[in-house]
């Protein structure tokens, strides 16, 4: 049972008479939470100092939300150019306190069509607060660089010169793209240890996801998936990434490849970027991160990944029922069997649907072809391609495609919208 003690002045013996007076004894607490601060948790004359005293074998917990955003402070005090947190707060406070310089700031949000949002300022002790920052400076960068130009020549002053010639700087937009991508897999753990809700028993579950999604951005895909990640040595070289393959997120792929002539190719855990960036029609733009970060999660869910590593697939009755190909059970014996086969039919009928409107697009996949071997597996994936496509824009006489595949196949494609997409799903 919790109890709430209510707030007190901090006076002597403050603590204790809080617990008298709640009919507690700290002699038999179990635990103690609370702020990482020095008035808690410092050693000789803290709050848990006191309790040590008269009881040892109590549990210390600091705030774990403010923990971590220590270690991220930590890790980025020699990793990140001091500039980055400067162009954070001078950018801020450039229009905090003059109404006319934020008037002449929507001219330019207009001229550039981004959102009139303003600036946000960054505090220190509100964790969360950094990645809005980035966030929003990210948003409004075209703007910004705009705006403080005219300010450079105009008026010349020291502020605008240094925040004019950091917002061309393509290494510190490299540095906000990453940022931005690190910080919003933090906050979401810290959101999550925030929450009002029970989360002891999925708590390891999601800091291990959390934890291990960080560590593949520069650690090796074989290592960290065959290590306990109790196990795993963070600082261990021998198994980082070669700097050409480390992960900071699709905006600094894209960056990257505009900067360099060579195109960066991640294998160890595959990012879609390289496939969407031949592929526009398969992943919008704006979502390429999105998918990005749900494939690179579900590597670390055990049940999903054996999936995955099986090769699953279905198959009719003429094949035998194996771990990589799920086919129907001919005599089923129970309500569980009965369901399976209701479930695998109606995958199998959308994929084979699918297929069959495929298949009437392009004749050639109908009747065979003739080429070599190695134009074909490059046709199938154009084909593909162009399928998908003019399925998005709306180029594509679904009705005649029916009507052919019911003379071929004897039945109506039905939902054929919904097979559309599974296709694209499978590519």
């Given at each position: 049972m919790l109890f709430f003690i209510g707030f007190v002045l901090c006076k002597?013996?403050?603590?204790?008479?809080?617990?008298?007076?709640?009919?507690?004894?700290?002699?038999?607490?179990?635990?103690?939470?609370?702020?990482?601060?020095?008035?808690?948790?410092?050693?000789?004359?803290?709050?848990?100092?006191?309790?040590?005293?008269?009881?040892?074998?109590?549990?210390f917990i600091k705030c774990v939300c403010h923990s971590t955003a220590l270690c991220v402070s930590h890790a980025s005090k020699n990793a990140i150019p001091r500039a980055i947190n400067q162009i954070v707060q001078e950018v801020y406070g450039?229009?905090?306190?003059?109404?006319?310089?934020?008037?002449?700031?929507?001219?330019?949000?207009?001229?550039?069509?981004?959102?009139?949002?303003?600036?946000?300022?960054?505090?220190?002790?509100?964790?969360?607060?950094?990645?809005?920052?980035?966030?929003?400076?990210?948003e409004q960068w075209d703007a910004l660089k705009l705006f403080f130009q005219?300010?450079?020549?105009?008026?010349?002053?020291?502020?605008?010169?240094?925040?004019?010639?950091?917002?061309?700087?393509?290494?510190?937009?490299?540095?906000f793209y990453a940022l931005n991508y690190i910080l919003q897999i933090v906050n979401k753990l810290n959101i999550i240890l925030q929450g009002d809700y029970t989360i002891v028993h999925t708590a390891f579950k999601d800091?291990?996801?959390?934890?291990?999604?960080?560590?593949?951005?520069?650690?090796?895909?074989?290592?960290?998936?065959?290590?306990?990640?109790?196990?795993?040595?963070?600082?261990?070289?021998?198994?980082f990434l070669s700097l050409k393959y480390i992960y900071l997120g699709v905006n600094v792929n894209t960056e990257i490849d505009r900067l360099l002539v060579h195109h960066v190719v991640y294998k160890d855990f595959a990012s879609t970027f390289n496939v969407s960036?031949?592929?526009?029609?398969?992943?919008?733009?704006?979502?390429?991160?999105?998918?990005?970060?749900?494939?690179?999660?579900?590597?670390?869910?055990?049940?999903?990944?054996?999936?995955?590593?099986?090769?699953?697939?279905?198959?009719?009755s003429g094949y035998k029922?194996?771990?990589?190909?799920?086919?129907?059970?001919?005599?089923?014996?129970?309500?569980?069997?009965?369901?399976?086969n209701e479930a695998h039919i109606a995958t199998r009928n959308t994929v084979e649907r699918c297929y069959g409107v495929w298949k009437q697009q392009f004749q050639c996949l109908l009747f065979g072809m003739t080429s070599r071997l190695e134009n074909v597996k490059t046709t199938i994936v154009a084909l593909a391609v162009l399928h998908n496509s003019a399925v998005d824009h709306g180029d594509m006489q679904l009705e005649s495609s029916v009507e052919n595949n019911r003379q071929v196949s004897g039945e109506v494609p039905r939902g054929s919208a919904n097979a559309m997409l599974f296709y694209k799903l499978l590519l």
């Open positions: 002597r013996h403050t603590l204790k008479t809080g617990l008298i007076n709640a009919s507690l004894d700290n002699k038999y607490a179990i635990g103690f939470g609370a702020d990482t601060t020095n008035v808690m948790f410092e050693e000789q004359g803290g709050v848990i100092a006191k309790i040590r005293h008269v009881n040892p074998h109590c549990m450039y229009f905090a306190h003059s109404s006319k310089r934020q008037k002449e700031f929507i001219v330019y949000q207009d001229f550039i069509g981004t959102e009139k949002h303003k600036i946000l300022r960054h505090y220190e002790i509100r964790w969360l607060s950094l990645h809005a920052c980035i966030k929003r400076i990210l005219s300010q450079f020549l105009e008026v010349r002053n020291i502020l605008s010169e240094f925040l004019f010639d950091s917002l061309n700087d393509k290494i510190y937009k490299l540095y800091i291990s996801e959390v934890y291990m999604c960080l560590l593949s951005c520069y650690m090796k895909g074989s290592y960290l998936k065959t290590t306990d990640p109790l196990s795993i040595d963070p600082k261990f070289t021998v198994n960036k031949n592929f526009p029609n398969i992943v919008d733009e704006s979502n390429i991160q999105k998918v990005d970060d749900e494939l690179r999660q579900i590597k670390f869910d055990i049940s999903v990944r054996d999936l995955l590593e099986s090769d699953g697939h279905t198959g009719d029922l194996e771990p990589y190909l799920f086919t129907p059970i001919l005599r089923p014996r129970n309500r569980s069997e009965e369901k399976y």
